[in-house]
């Protein structure tokens, strides 16, 4: 009964005092909106990254430019630009036992030109085997051939979006079209695929490997290799096979000193997991941060209050009331205060990893809108723990005051 009349009173008291009460709470509403938004994104960026890698398929292997420690990510991916995986190593690979197919990547981004039409879209040089590799297919058309690679042949495959953008309801076969500045004839038309190992795949431009190397790019590194294993039991078999045909390639005898990385979907999901995880703590921590300002701003009013209540403290306490009847008072309204913040930042935080929810869904990616109840707690509790915290010094100040004292205060 005690709990329930200070509850009450500290409603009233919020009511009294509303744009105040508003004010102090802002810090709270903002700081569990933060944690609870952040960690949503965090979850669902999460699952979108996770399940786009094992979209790739369970007997996928990648083979990085670059060398990196166990359950590391390859520095590539770090946005570093390694030149130590070469169109040879590619070819090397397709002999090696278990593997099926194997496509060298070369890749980069320009403006797409047909008659009168211009639009920026990235483009990927890719061997024949890119269909298997990728488990894609042609929907008009045919895909490039070896012998177009060998020969640095024009010829491009495009997307299906970019075949909207560009040419519309027209047959875009044997039209051609330019690449930066070189003119490139349009052999097929991909299938519609949508969002694929985190790439727009309707909207890529695929031309042979070598000419995106000798011809748009400049260089005679690749991106990166995928290999395609006969089955997912024969990964780690194959995985070793891989780094010793490379290292023979690339002249390594200790393998601490690989120039190259190798994963598969498996230990990819493994190391993306752990990653993730981290950086998305480390954001709900930085988050937090806004709550211990509210603290502070919720602390400094309540010493306003208790100086405002002074004679109201000495007529309770003339009237019997206990040291610790005002001091379990105050730290009740510092809770209240603070929980009720805590509620109306729950929904804003929700509010918000929604908006993003549909707003990255709007872009073609399977973006799970996702709220923990871990979150949920972790910001009410924290938003509650606050409120005890910072309240306990106001709190005390005020259960210390003496009753004749108190009743002189003007």
Not at 84 to 109: F, M, S, W
Not at 222 to 247: G, W
């Amino acid at each position: 009964m005690l709990l329930f009349s200070n509850i009450k009173l500290s409603f009233k008291n919020l009511l009294v005092h509303k744009s105040r009460a508003v004010l102090t709470m802002l810090g709270i509403i903002i700081g569990v909106a933060s944690v609870i938004s952040i960690m949503a994104v965090g979850a669902s960026a999460q699952d979108l990254l996770l399940s786009q890698v094992q979209a790739m398929g369970s007997n996928l292997i990648g083979i990085m430019p670059g060398g990196s420690g166990e359950g590391e990510p390859p520095v590539a991916m770090l946005g570093i630009e390694v030149t130590t995986l070469k169109y040879d190593d590619a070819l090397a690979l397709e002999k090696q036992p278990h593997i099926t197919a194997v496509c060298a990547y070369a890749n980069g981004r320009t403006t797409i030109t047909y008659l009168n039409k211009a639009e920026d879209f990235d483009y990927t040089g890719v061997s024949p085997s890119y269909l298997e590799v990728e488990d894609t297919a042609i929907a008009s058309g045919r895909f490039i051939k070896q012998e177009e690679v060998d020969s640095l042949s024009r010829v491009t495959v495009i997307g299906s979006e970019v075949k909207e953008e560009l040419f519309g309801r027209d047959d875009p076969l044997n039209k051609r079209i330019k690449i930066g500045q070189i003119s490139f004839r349009v052999i097929g038309v991909m299938e519609e695929r949508g969002v694929a190992g985190f790439q727009n795949q309707d909207t890529q431009v695929f031309i042979p490997v070598k000419t995106a190397q000798k011809i748009l790019l400049g260089i005679d590194h690749l991106a990166f290799i995928r290999a395609k294993v006969d089955h997912s039991d024969n990964n780690d078999l194959a995985i070793s096979q891989i780094k010793k045909a490379l290292r023979f390639r690339h002249n390594i005898k200790d393998a601490k000193k690989d120039d190259f990385s190798v994963r598969s979907v498996a230990q990819a999901v493994e190391i993306l997991g752990a990653v993730t995880q981290g950086v998305k703590m480390f954001l709900a921590m930085v988050a937090a941060i806004s709550l211990l300002v509210g603290g502070i701003g919720i602390m400094n009013i309540m010493f306003v209050v208790v100086n405002e209540r002074t004679r109201e403290i000495g007529l309770r306490k003339a009237l019997g009331a206990k040291r610790k009847d005002v001091l379990f008072q105050f730290l009740v309204e510092s809770v209240v205060m603070t929980s009720f913040g805590g509620l109306l930042g729950i929904i804003l935080g929700v509010l918000i990893a929604l908006a993003i929810s549909f707003g990255v869904n709007y872009y073609g990616y399977d973006w799970q809108f996702i709220v923990t109840p871990l979150s949920v707690f972790t910001a009410v509790f924290m938003a509650a723990g606050v409120g005890l915290v910072f309240g306990l010094w106001p709190a005390n100040r005020a259960s210390k005051l003496e009753a004749i004292k108190a009743l002189r205060y003007e």
